[in-house]
């Protein structure tokens, strides 16, 4: 959509954009390299001359002096950018006249009306008469590439005003001065060749560089759009369909050599400034001259305007937008848009602003060294802005598709994981990977001991209420820890700590969630004992290893979860605390990672895992309280070693101690263990 309507607007035009692309070709007009001009020198009619020789205008008996005193110096072409549509005098005319014939090298302007109200304050006669003055002129041969009789769509003048008939006629060529600024009133190209009435007719410098080539034939290329080209003696000079050439200026004012007209007049002028070289005779004074806007300022005399023209046309060093450079740079546009479309939605932010960067880069420069070696105007400002626009767009999808995506990672894991984590996978939702991917983590699983029996007993709806209370305070202790709530099955709760932020101190988070879950029921029990509530208890078991971590399930309903051996283990440790009459136990994975913390642990037993070649050791990690004191642990540990070293009678007999005086359970289910005949050792 962006791309069709940068090519629709593009091919309308936008006053804005189009007013910025004509800024940047001046940018990159005054960059090209500025070279000394070989072939024309400007006759100036300075403010010395008119010190001299008197105020403007001058009577053309002056003039004919001077046409005289050039053709004497060897000027090649004497080019008068003046205009002498009305009489001064019989004599001054005539010797006017008779030097411009003499000279056989003479060009005049001639001017077109291009305003219907000029042409009538004129007159039909005046206008008729200098139509059939400046016929002569017309270009004669016309190359049509189309069929014959092709209707050219071309503006035509209203009339035309020629110099008078006797100036007309002896001049050796004649062309119109017409110059026609874009609509920032810069000139920035020339008519080179204007159709009136079914003739072409030639510019005024057009005119210059064919009598510079001694009489070189000239014909006007004209296809269905327009006018195509101007061919002079076999040099082609592309056009735009209007028939208009692209100034290439040179430089700015007074990079043109320029000679006093009062110096040439009184034989003090240099030689090789006037010898075999395009004389042109224009006003350079500021009072008097005529001043255009051009790429290099708002002062710059026409003469110089003119002269950069013929300049260009001499060396053949022009440039040129013809009028298939529309269906060149709509292509750009298009190869552009496509391209970016397919390709910006499939990066990331910054590789996008890489790719954009990049891309406007290189165009920059392809339309910037088309332009200094072939004189290729490409237009920048519209694939710029679309290059531009079209990243700011995918950058806006892609934040759009962000928020989206924080909200529903929001809403799906605002219940499960603690605030602050929420906040950390939405500042950097990179940590959150979609799918699986084996990692170390920390699983905690806890259960209510007794559940059945408890909800057999209750009201469903004291039971509900007791299970919200219960659930929301070991919740809180999960999330305490930065621990993710995995889900509840049924009275249990199972937790992941280290997934979906990464935390290296995971399996401490854990066993921190794990004593508070602890303290947290103690804290409830009162409540719930003045409401006539039965008493519970949990167990707790903590595994910590490798599994699979991510979104899992089909594909209209999935959880984030965890699954593998290191999750069956927890499971299993957690329902072991019925037989050791533990409230907490951990793995010896999760015990040599937190071994160092200020935890109150013991060792307990070794139970066989399915799968593994010797049994896991198992740790209580005792909550505080849980034991009116612990002086008695090293008791437990020397007989928990005998029972080790296979000193069964004597572990027995320790453990039996332990449990009658300190009611020990775990020391009551060893002292079992070790009575039962032909023990083998696996089973301790």
């Avoid at 291009?114 to 002129?137: K, M, S």
């Avoid at 999935?558 to 699954?563: H, M, S």
């Amino acid at each position: 959509m962006i791309t069709a309507v940068a090519i629709l607007a593009y091919l309308r035009g936008t006053p804005l954009l189009d007013h910025v692309e004509l800024k940047t070709y001046d940018m990159r007009l005054r960059s090209l390299e500025k070279a000394a001009p070989r072939y024309v020198t400007i006759a100036a009619i300075d403010e010395e001359s008119l010190a001299r020789i008197g105020r403007w205008p001058w009577s053309r008996a002056t003039l004919a002096q001077l046409a005289t005193r050039l053709d004497a110096e060897g000027a090649r072409v004497i080019a008068f950018d003046l205009f002498f549509p009305e009489r001064e005098s019989s004599r001054a005319d005539a010797l006017f006249a008779h030097a411009l014939g003499a000279t056989g090298k003479a060009v005049l302007g001639t001017v077109f009306l291009l305003d219907r109200e000029e042409a009538r304050h004129v007159g039909g006669p005046t206008v008729a008469a200098a139509v059939e003055a400046t016929a002569r002129q017309a270009i004669p041969e016309v190359r049509v590439g189309a069929s014959e009789g092709v209707d050219v769509p071309l503006q035509e003048p209203y009339g035309v005003i020629a110099n008078i008939p006797e100036l007309q006629a002896r001049a050796a060529y004649a062309g119109h001065i017409n110059v026609l600024p874009d609509t920032d009133g810069v000139v920035r190209r020339v008519p080179l060749v204007l159709r009136h009435g079914g003739r072409y007719f030639p510019a005024f410098d057009l005119q210059v560089a064919r009598a510079y080539w001694e009489s070189a034939p000239a014909v006007v290329e004209v296809a269905a759009y327009g006018i195509a080209a101007v061919d002079v003696g076999g040099r082609r000079f592309p056009l735009d369909e209007e028939g208009r050439l692209l100034v290439r200026y040179r430089g700015p004012e007074r990079t043109f050599p320029a000679v006093s007209i009062a110096d040439i007049l009184q034989h003090k002028a240099d030689n090789h400034l006037l010898r075999d070289r395009v004389v042109l005779v224009g006003n350079t004074a500021k009072g008097i001259g005529d001043v255009r806007v051009t790429p290099y300022g708002s002062t710059f005399p026409g003469v110089e305007v003119r002269a950069n023209v013929i300049e260009s046309l001499l060396t053949e060093q022009t440039l040129q937008r013809p009028d298939w450079m529309t269906v060149v740079d709509a292509t750009i546009l298009l190869v552009l848009g496509l391209m970016l479309a397919w390709l910006l939605p499939r990066l990331d932010l910054d590789n996008a602003a890489m790719v954009a960067a990049g891309l406007l880069a290189t165009y920059l420069f392809v339309a910037f060294y088309a332009f200094r070696s072939e004189g290729l105007w490409l237009n920048v400002v519209y694939p710029s802005l679309l290059i531009v626009l079209l990243f700011a767009w995918a950058g806006f999808l892609r934040y759009a598709s962000t928020q989206s995506e924080r909200r529903n990672l929001k809403l799906a894991f605002q219940h499960y994981v603690p605030p602050a984590v929420v906040e950390s996978l939405l500042t950097d939702m990179g940590k959150l990977r979609l799918g699986g991917e084996k990692r170390e983590l920390t699983v905690l699983f806890s259960d209510i001991r007794g559940f059945t029996a408890l909800s057999e007993r209750m009201e469903p709806e004291e039971l509900v209420k007791l299970m919200n209370e219960y659930f929301t305070a070991m919740t809180e202790k999960v999330f305490e820890q930065r621990g993710s709530l995995d889900k509840y099955i049924g009275d249990a709760i199972m937790a992941i700590y280290g997934a979906p932020v990464e935390d290296p101190a995971h399996p401490a988070l854990a066993c921190r969630s794990a004593l508070g879950m602890v303290q947290a029921l103690r804290e409830l029990r009162e409540p719930w004992q003045r409401r006539g509530l039965p008493q519970i208890d949990i167990g707790v078991g903590i595994n910590t290893g490798p599994m699979v971590v991510g979104n899992m399930g089909s594909r209209r309903r999935f959880n984030y979860t965890v699954v593998g051996d290191a999750v069956n283990v927890a499971s299993r440790l957690e329902s072991l605390n019925k037989t050791y009459g533990t409230n907490i136990l951990i793995s010896e994975h999760t015990y040599e990672r937190v071994k160092d913390e200020p935890f109150e642990v013991r060792e307990i037993d070794s139970v066989p895992v399915r799968g593994r070649e010797r049994p896991v050791r198992l740790y209580e990690l005792i909550p505080e309280g849980k034991y009116a004191t612990l002086d008695w642990l090293g008791e437990f540990a020397a007989a928990y070693a005998a029972m080790r070293d296979g000193d069964y009678a004597r572990a027995a007999v320790a453990f039996e101690a332990l449990h009658a005086r300190v009611g020990d359970r775990a020391s009551a289910y060893h002292a079992e263990q070790c009575r039962k005949p032909r023990r083998r050792e696996a089973d301790c």
